[in-house]
Each structure stands twice: as structure tokens, then as C-alpha cells.
């Protein structure tokens, strides 16, 4: 492992309290860049690269959605799926108070707020997943069936092209 200084986080607690081994890795965050910018930053597939949503219901009721980062969450499917009226984004203040993250920087591990968390069922086919480390410009790398064993998600099946 590198000498490197990584960012020490909720999330990146939580993974060593869990003693989930992960690998962090720093690139320069850009507004608005996403996943296709922190892939090319990082020289790896956008497909690996773990989106962490914080979508709500019509009750205003928040969970987690981990997709990804060349996919998007058909949010018709997923209420469908769920049994609820409708699934939306969450607003990014909302979203900050709930997870304690920025938007840009929202890792699904060590969230203020409880949370259901659905992950897309392809994400467990990946041999590694880059998912953001609670940092804005800071992704960590694991392979799925950690984040399964610490999160509990739900699988779905709801991605759709982006």
C-alpha cells in the first residue's frame, strides 16, 4: 500500500471497524464530472464505478440506491418494485442531512440516517467496485460481496441505459 495520505471519513471508518480491506484512491474532483470523469481520472471502467443515490419516496421516506456509473435508475421500476407511488431524487440538502455527505462526495457506508439500501444485482458480477469514500475526489475499491456482507442491500434489477 502506498504511503499516500487518504482522507479518513464516516466511511472509511465504519469499513475499518467492519475490518473490510479496501483501497482508496484520490483524483482531482470536477463539478458535475460524475463517474465518467473519476473512471478516466482513475484509468478504469465507468461500469465499475458505484454511484451512491439518495432517492425518496413519496412519503418523503429516503433510501439508498447503489448503480452503475454508466447506467441510470429507472425510478418507475423501482417503485414498481418496492410498492410505492413514486421514487424521486432526493433534494441535496435533504440528501446531506441525511447521509452527513456532500453531494459529489456520498458513500452508502457510514450514513447519519438509517436507511434501506438497494443495489443493482449486476454489481455483484463486478471483480472490484470503486464506490466513493465519503470524500468528494476520493473512491475506494472493494470487491462487491464486501459491500453486500457490510450494507444488507436489497438486489434489483432496475438500471437502464444512460
Known amino acids: 500500500m502506498s504511503k499516500e ?3 479518513v471519513t464516516p466511511a472509511t471508518r465504519r469499513l475499518r471497524e ?3 480491506a479496501f483501497t482508496g484512491h484520490l483524483y482531482r474532483y470536477e463539478e458535475r464530472g460524475g463517474t465518467a470523469h473519476s473512471a478516466a ?12 443515490l439518495i432517492l425518496e419516496d413519496e412519503r418523503r421516506q429516503p433510501l439508498i ?3 452503475h456509473g454508466d447506467r441510470k435508475v429507472s425510478t418507475r421500476e423501482l417503485a414498481r ?4 407511488k413514486t421514487i424521486t431524487p432526493c433534494d441535496p440538502a435533504i440528501a446531506n ?4 455527505y456532500l453531494v459529489g462526495g456520498t458513500s452508502p457506508f457510514g450514513v447519519r440516517k438509517i436507511m434501506p439500501v438497494y443495489m443493482e444485482a449486476s454489481i455483484l458480477d ?9 470524500k468528494r475526489g476520493f473512491l ?6 464486501e459491500v453486500q456482507r457490510l450494507l444488507q442491500p436489497t438486489l434489483v434489477n432496475v438500471a437502464v441505459e444512460d
Open 41 to 52: 481520472s482513475l484509468g478504469v471502467d465507468e461500469h465499475s464505478v458505484i454511484k451512491t
Open 126 to 134: 463486478l471483480p472490484l467496485l470503486y464506490i466513493n469514500g465519503g
Open 5 to 7: 495520505k487518504f482522507p
Open 18 to 20: 467492519h475490518q473490510i
Open 81 to 84: 418494485v418496492l410498492g410505492a
Open 97 to 100: 442531512k441525511h447521509t452527513g
Open 140 to 145: 475506494i475499491s472493494l470487491p462487491p460481496n
Open 65 to 67: 440506491m447503489l448503480m
